[in-house]
């Protein structure tokens, strides 16, 4: 069974950094890339960035809003994918998902329960 | 970005009922569209990918057609735990982008 779980996530202040981590079981970690997304209610629902498979070159890609701050990484020994958040900003508070994002469809069809990011003073 | 424009942002109805929701594209995408099911505390779950395509273990009540840039999501003989909330998102380029989210509540 494909499982992913994310752990990581609390209470920072502003400024401050965070790293979050997604536990992968179920399939060959190595083979797929790994997506975060995250939703907040102010926000809604946006892509945070992704990791190519080291197959793929495992190179990254991020929104424009994070770009610069976030920073996703994977240990494909351990099967799990980082998403480490520096800078912080209040507007960073939102439930953090990850996904395998395959490069075939479909491409996020498995995600994780989310882990809670609240940035506040 | 390419924005996506869904409707309703809510919607009542009936065990039994036929339901749709739509998703229109800022720009055309092909058929690079899915449709998820949101419970609070649980994994969004893939409906349809590929605009069409029925994810395994999904019923088939649950159908998606579309292509270009406008795209349906129908749901025929509701049932009680069809009533969630459900997005669609495109995968055509990064940045991904959601709609805004269809809320399906029992009338």
């Known amino acids: 069974e494909v499982q992913l779980v994310e752990s990581g996530g609390g209470l920072e202040q502003p400024g401050r950094s965070l790293r979050l981590s997604c536990a992968a079981s179920g399939f060959t970690f190595g083979d797929f890339a790994v997506s975060w997304f995250r939703q907040s209610p102010g926000m809604g629902r946006e892509w945070v960035g992704f990791?190519?498979?080291?197959?793929?070159?495992?190179?990254?890609e991020y929104a424009a809003s994070v770009k610069g701050r976030f920073t996703i990484s994977r240990d494909d020994s351990r099967s799990i994918a980082y998403l480490q958040m520096s800078s912080l900003k209040v507007e960073d508070t939102a439930v953090y998902y990850c996904?395998?994002?395959?490069?075939?469809?479909?491409?996020?069809?498995?995600w994780g329960q989310g882990t809670l990011v609240t940035v506040s003073s | 970005a390419i924005q996506m424009t869904q409707s309703p942002s809510s919607l009542s109805a009936s065990v039994g009922d036929r339901v749709t929701i739509t998703c229109r594209a800022s720009q055309g995408i092909i058929n690079n569209l899915n449709w998820y099911q949101y419970k609070p505390g649980k994994a969004p779950k893939l409906l349809i990918f590929a605009a069409s395509r029925l994810q395994s273990g999904v019923p088939s009540r649950f159908s998606g057609s579309g292509s270009g840039t406008d795209f349906t999501l129908t749901i025929t003989s509701l049932q009680p735990e069809d009533f969630a909330t459900y997005y669609c998102l495109h995968d055509y380029i990064y940045p991904y982008t959601f709609g805004q989210g269809t809320k399906l509540e029992i009338k």
């Open positions: 990791i190519r498979s080291k197959r793929n070159g495992g190179t990254t």
């Open positions: 996904t395998r994002h395959s490069m075939t469809k479909p491409s996020f069809d498995f």
